[in-house]
Structures are given as structure tokens and as C-alpha cells.
């Protein structure tokens, strides 16, 4: 037993039974998705999808929006209206939410979730799993 770890308790099992015992099935499974040409989503959807079904679980897909750069406007020579990058992150979120919704659409599975968060990548995969994982849902 690895010191440090309260919440794992040593194990009187035999070694060949626990290696020959049936994983827990998957419960919930999250996508992280990019929209980029170069992402390969559809293969990580369809492994997704093979799993899901197989386990019989809850699919999650998200994508996340970061804000824009805002130029330090007092030493920017060009004149730019703040709102002008507001305005331009709402429009990539609006699009973002809708091609989600579509993609969920297409997808033959019923329970599935799909949500467009703010912020980067890590930081939107990190709190998602935190605050839908395994002690509120059972991933």
C-alpha cells in the first residue's frame, strides 16, 4: 500500500481474482470537444458512443470559449471599441452553442448533455468533471 493514500485500505483479496474481476462499468463519460479541422472528435465521439452504449451511461459533451485578448487600449495606436471583443466572443459562443446542439442531435444515443463553457480548455474540463464527477453522479 502506497503511504499518503488514507482513503485506500489494503487488501486481503487474491491477486488473480481482483485480476480477473470485471471492471465497474463506466457511468458517465465526458468529451472535450474543439471544433478545430484538425481534431479528431469523430474518433473520440465514436469510441465515446461504443462505450456509452456498452455501459448504458450518461454522455457529456463540452466545449469551451475564451475570452478574447483585449489590447491595452491606452497604448494601442488604433482606436478599438472594447465592446467590439464582447460583442465578437458572443458570436463565437452563439456558434458554439449551436453547432453542439446539432452535433447532440446527430448522435443515436438519448442521454446525452452538451454544454459550451467560458474559458480555457483546461480550466472548463477541470471544473466540469469536479462539479457533474463522481460524488454528485457516479462517473
Known amino acids: 500500500m502506497r503511504e499518503g493514500r488514507e482513503d485506500v485500505s489494503p487488501t486481503t483479496e487474491d491477486?488473480?481474482?481482483?485480476?480477473?474481476?470485471?471492471p465497474d462499468p463506466y457511468r458517465h463519460i465526458l468529451v472535450a470537444l474543439d471544433f478545430t479541422p484538425h481534431s479528431s472528435h469523430a474518433l473520440a465521439l465514436a469510441r465515446a458512443l461504443e462505450l456509452?452504449?456498452?455501459?448504458?451511461?450518461?454522455?457529456?459533451?463540452?466545449?469551451?470559449?475564451e475570452n478574447s485578448f483585449y489590447p491595452d487600449l491606452g497604448?494601442?495606436?488604433l482606436m478599438i471599441d472594447p465592446g467590439e471583443f464582447a460583442e465578437l466572443d458572443q458570436q463565437i459562443h452563439d456558434q458554439a452553442v449551436l453547432r453542439m446542439e446539432q452535433?447532440?442531435?446527430?448522435?443515436d444515443y438519448a442521454d446525452v448533455q452538451h454544454d459550451v463553457l467560458w474559458g480555457t480548455p483546461k480550466s472548463?474540463?477541470?471544473s466540469y468533471a469536479a462539479s457533474h464527477g463522481e460524488r454528485s453522479e457516479g462517473w
Not at 52 to 65: E, N, P, Q
Not at 103 to 107: C, G, H, I, T
Open 124 to 126: 472548463a474540463v477541470l
Open 103 to 107: 452535433l447532440a442531435k446527430s448522435l
Open 75 to 77: 497604448y494601442d495606436p
Open 52 to 65: 456509452v452504449r456498452l455501459h448504458d451511461s450518461k454522455l457529456s459533451l463540452i466545449h469551451a470559449v
Open 15 to 22: 491477486p488473480v481474482e481482483l485480476a480477473n474481476r470485471k
